[in-house]
């Protein structure tokens, strides 16, 4: 398949472990985050998004965290499983214009 | 079932030819996005639409030319201009480009064309 993992910073765990994932952005005036989930060779997909008036939001295992004082987000995914082995990527707008990605990080899942 | 299809999964090209890449929704989007990927990379923007017959340059347009004639359809023709064309594209589609009357700004990605030019 696809490989968009070359040279990402690449987070190692066991299954059942949880998994935190960061990302630092760029525009401080960006008030709306994405993340995005790209198994090999797909497109990405929708995890969980959060908007500049909240500093966490909960999905479904996944949990987002803002910190606008440092520009940082984190995804954070409890009992991690294989399937959730992929590239994790943040992506930060204004909201009234384009998606600007992250470099992404690979997670890599052992069972 | 509603979604969007890009076609074909894996194209070769010689160099110097052009080579338009094909993008499709059923999901009645006003917006629509190309993206490139290279291995190590985040998502690059090449070109947008937030409507028909309208669109606009992204951060690397430079040897890259889009129509939006169609609401559903948003093809992306990589010239021979283009100097690395080999990569990874993605396209997109959202509602709308904005958070202007919806609480989500969620893009919907198709599977991808890898394009290999030798």
């Known amino acids: 398949g696809e490989s968009v993992g070359l040279h990402l910073p690449t987070l190692s765990v066991q299954e059942g472990d949880n998994s935190i994932i960061n990302c630092a952005y760029s525009?401080?005036?960006?008030?709306?985050f994405i993340w995005y989930k790209q198994e090999s060779g797909k497109g990405p997909q929708f995890i969980i998004d959060?908007?500049?008036?909240?500093d966490k939001r909960q999905g479904q295992r996944v949990t987002v965290l803002l910190n606008k004082t440092v520009k940082h987000l984190s995804l954070q995914i409890a009992a991690t499983q294989p399937g959730d082995s992929a590239v994790y990527f943040c992506?930060?707008?204004?909201?009234?214009?384009?998606?600007?990605f992250g470099k992404g990080t690979m997670l890599l899942v052992s069972p | 079932d509603g979604g969007i299809t890009q076609s074909p999964k894996y194209l070769f090209r010689k160099e110097g030819q052009n080579v338009t890449l094909s993008c499709e929704q059923n999901?009645?989007?006003?917006?629509m996005y190309w993206y490139r990927q290279d291995p190590g990379q985040g998502l690059r923007l090449i070109y947008y639409?937030?409507?028909?017959?309208?669109?606009q340059k992204g951060d690397i347009a430079e040897g890259y030319s889009v129509s939006r004639e169609k609401k559903e359809s948003f093809p992306l023709t990589v010239t021979s201009a283009q100097k690395n064309p080999t990569a990874f594209y993605l396209c997109?589609?959202?509602?709308?480009?904005?958070?202007?009357?919806?609480?989500?700004?969620?893009?919907?990605f198709g599977p991808g064309t890898r394009l290999t030019v030798t």
């Open positions: 992506a930060e707008t204004t909201g009234y214009s384009t998606l600007t």
């Open positions: 525009n401080s005036a960006s008030d709306y």
């Open positions: 999901l009645n989007h006003d917006a």
């Open positions: 639409s937030q409507i028909v017959n309208d669109f």
């Open positions: 959060i908007r500049s008036n909240m």
């Open positions: 997109a589609s959202s509602i709308e480009m904005g958070l202007y009357r919806g609480s989500t700004y969620e893009q919907y």
